[in-house]
């Protein structure tokens, strides 16, 4: 069966430093993988999706960066941390057609200082 | 952009009554999804309705889409305590290529014992 790992589940960032959190799938090859960002109370912001290694399509201008170096590896990074960075931030992926559900992770809750 | 809108934004009810929430979207979509995520954790997949769909089951899940009024309905039957979560609808628009979940903020469902 497929899964999904995201690490780390909390962290907690001084303004200006680095970023990378990490998302991995087991189970199945080629997924669609996915980073979306959550404000409180709110729904899902989906800020990088990848259809293949190497792949990343950004749907909002922002302080992150995505890569997808390996085929089941998605990397979220940023060079330096906003306070408007904080939030909850989801990866997920799916199969590659289009009408197929979404498969999340657990999330980081990233808190900038 | 955020498409679907639920409605209620809360909504509290006994243990045993039925839970209705509303989802309503903007543009023509390929399908309607509907998620569960519960406090501080990933979105679970719950059912997916295509557009040519007008119900679906699953368990105490049943699922309506009226493509003519763009809006959609989850119903929980017999809700439990751990039915307690928050509820979103997401949209794949049906322009081509589209990889995109589309999702409204949700609806939070207290089940009370």
């Known amino acids: 069966s497929q899964t999904i790992h995201q690490w780390p589940a909390t962290l907690v960032q001084p303004v200006g430093s680095p970023l990378s959190l990490e998302c991995t799938v087991e189970g199945t090859s080629n997924p669609n993988l996915y980073w979306y960002r959550q404000a409180a109370g709110r729904g899902l912001q989906l800020l990088f999706y990848s259809v293949g290694i190497g792949q990343i399509s950004s749907e909002v201008p922002q302080n992150l960066s995505a890569s997808r170096p390996q085929d089941r590896q998605f990397i979220l990074s940023s060079k330096k941390l906003l306070l408007s960075d904080s939030g909850f931030y989801l990866c997920a992926w799916s199969v590659a057609i289009l009408v197929q559900p979404q498969h999340f992770g657990d999330g980081t809750r990233l808190s900038i200082l | 952009s955020q498409q679907g809108e639920e409605d209620p934004q809360a909504l509290s009810i006994q243990e045993g009554e039925n839970a209705t929430m509303n989802c309503s979207y903007k543009t023509s979509i390929n399908n309607l999804q509907w998620y569960r995520q519960n406090s501080g954790r990933g979105l679970v997949h719950l059912i997916l309705?295509?557009?040519?769909?007008r119900e679906k089951h699953s368990g105490r899940l049943r699922v309506t889409l009226d493509t003519s009024k763009k809006s959609s309905s989850l119903l929980i039957t017999a809700s439990r305590a751990a039915d307690t979560a928050s509820y979103f609808c997401a949209t794949v628009d049906s322009g081509a290529g589209s990889y995109q979940l589309t999702f409204g903020k949700g609806t939070k469902l207290s089940v009370i014992p």
């Open positions: 309705i295509r557009s040519n769909e």
